[in-house]
């Protein structure tokens, strides 16, 4: 049997359907009333965001990996967006440090996100935007985000797709396939415009659908994401909170009870439990 000190070996597709499905029950999943706000985001290493696995996915979490936990659910299409870093190898303290740093502050908005991660003696190169400075609003949700790179800090189209989301702005476009117009018709009932993923697609019994998803994609119809990649070697490493301007404060409505301390613990850094809140 394996102990505490021997290395993880976990499979991501084990890994990712137990987190959706805890998040289900949480949220009580109810058709596009209520559930899952887009895929669950397990990116690796030099991979910094939109990468869950697709079915035959061998990928296993491993030691020496960074591991980007990002999900989020909605009620009514109102989302709550949260993301945490694990790691097991000590080296990558400071990286996850330099990030949660700012997860720390996002109460104080006004704080310069990047004076925060250059006050560590090894620098990280800062990817999240800081546009939410700008023409902040009460009553409003925002989702700040930071990532953390060890390598260029500029990320590009990499790997396998999984990710995909109907073209909110899209008219209408005629389908002659009958197979694509019964796809397009499972993912307007099921996913709406919110984001989703070929795996949701399988659990709802969906098979060889592939090259009719690649037509809607050539319509225009629905959006790929592919997973975005730093340089091959680098590690990246990302926090996130959603936040609620209310007149005297600053709510994050993505930060439960059971967050605990925000500083990282070597070998153990605990997932935040989202507070689902419906904003009216």
């Known amino acids: 049997a394996k102990t505490q000190t021997d290395p993880p070996s976990i499979p991501i597709c ?14 009580k999943e109810s058709g596009l009333n209520a559930g899952l706000a887009f895929p669950t985001g397990c990116s690796l290493n030099n991979c910094a965001a939109h990468y869950t696995p697709n079915a035959g996915d061998t990928t296993v979490l491993q030691y020496d990996d960074v591991c980007k936990i990002d999900f989020g659910t909605h009620i009514n299409g109102r989302i709550i967006d949260g993301a945490f870093t694990v790691t097991f190898n000590p080296k990558y303290d400071r990286l996850l ?40 609003q009460e009553g409003e949700v925002y989702a700040i985000e930071t990532l953390g790179s060890t390598g260029k800090g500029v990320v590009h189209d990499d790997l396998d797709c999984s990710h ?16 694509a117009k019964h796809l397009l018709n499972v993912v307007n009932e099921n996913f709406g415009t919110l984001a989703f993923c070929r795996r949701w697609l399988d659990r709802l019994g969906e098979s060889k659908y592939l090259m009719t998803l690649k037509n809607l994609c050539d319509l225009g119809i629905i959006d790929p994401y592919p997973p975005l990649c730093d340089a091959k070697g680098s590690y990246t490493a990302q926090f996130e909170h959603t936040i609620l301007l209310r007149p005297t404060c600053k709510e994050v ?3 439960g009870d059971d967050y605990g301390d925000v500083h990282m613990h070597k070998h153990s850094h605990s997932s935040p439990m989202q507070k689902h809140t419906h904003i009216q």
Request: some cysteine; hydrophobic content about 40%.
């Open 97 to 136: 440090e330099a990030c949660a740093g700012i997860d720390i502050r996002l109460c104080d908005v006004g704080e310069s996100i990047q004076e925060v991660m250059e006050s560590y003696e090894n620098k990280y190169i800062l990817t999240a935007s800081l546009l939410i400075f700008i023409h902040i």
């Open 164 to 179: 995909y989301m109907k073209n909110f702005d899209v008219g209408h476009v005629p389908i002659r396939l009958p197979r």
């Open 253 to 255: 409505v993505s930060r």
């Open 14 to 27: 084990d890994l990712k359907p137990r987190l959706e499905d805890c998040s289900r029950k949480l949220i």
